[in-house]
């Protein structure tokens, strides 16, 4: 009931930046938190950033923290992820996912709705 299309992923040199977008359709009304989660190989998928809509609170994991900003456009139902600072050990796929309730959660399986994924490769 609720569809999640990631885009703006790609290949970029260590230090740049990339925006990835993420948008929602379906019964969005249902979303009230937006993650963003990635998943490199051989590893398991890791909570990256997430935001309240309502309120707009976001949180990071200490990985990011300082480099990625999450926002959201709530006209658009759009969450974008500004990955500034790149660096070669943020390579993965990065997904976005959304769920209903209260608290911003980091567990993967703590969210209902997921996208297919985009391909973040950062290079030396």
């Known amino acids: 009931q609720v569809q999640l299309v990631e885009s703006g992923g790609g290949l970029v040199q260590a230090g740049g930046s990339l925006r990835l977008s993420c948008a929602a359709s379906?019964?969005?009304?249902?979303?009230?938190?937006m993650g963003w989660f990635r998943q490199a190989p051989g590893k398991e998928r890791e909570f990256v950033a997430g935001?309240?809509?309502?309120?707009?609170?976001?949180y990071y994991a200490d990985s990011v923290k300082g480099r990625f900003t999450i926002s959201r456009d709530n006209a658009k139902n759009t969450v974008y992820l500004q990955m500034n600072s790149l660096k070669p050990e943020d390579t993965a796929g990065y997904y976005c996912?959304?769920?209903?309730?209260?608290?911003?959660?980091?567990?993967?399986?703590?969210?209902?709705?997921w996208g297919q994924g985009t391909q973040v490769t950062v290079s030396s």
């Open positions: 996912a959304a769920r209903s309730g209260v608290a911003l959660t980091t567990t993967p399986r703590t969210y209902a709705y």
């Open positions: 379906g019964r969005t009304l249902s979303m009230d938190i």
């Open positions: 935001i309240k809509w309502r309120a707009g609170s976001t």
